[in-house]
């Protein structure tokens, strides 16, 4: 059976491991079985949208350039999988 609508997921701590603020691309891990979960949701016919705060750029501890960076090494990790995102967001503000 197919869905219409979307699946908004947060980053850290639901699709990938949460260690704090992430500015490495090294430091992405996955979480166990997110891929085969958003595989499932595609097929269902769900679009899949990743959100995260990243009060990190706000607050100066990395940049947009980095947070670019860890996102491109999370896609590749979930497409090495076979699972894609239909969108991202992020909010850059501090507190």
């Known amino acids: ?13 639901v699709i990938i491991k949460d260690k704090g603020f992430i500015s490495e691309p090294d430091d992405v891990v996955l979480v166990d079985r997110a891929p085969e979960a958003i595989k499932k949701m595609s ?3 769900l ?15 990395f940049t947009v350039l980095d947070y670019d960076k860890v996102m491109q090494r999370m896609r590749d990790l979930f497409a090495e999988k076979g699972a894609f995102f239909d969108g991202e967001y992020y909010c850059p503000h501090a507190p």
């Open 47 to 61: 679009k899949n949208v990743v959100i995260t705060n990243q009060s990190g750029i706000g607050r100066g501890l």
């Open 43 to 45: 097929s269902m016919g």
């Open 1 to 13: 059976m197919k869905y219409p609508g979307a699946v908004f997921l947060d980053r850290d701590g």
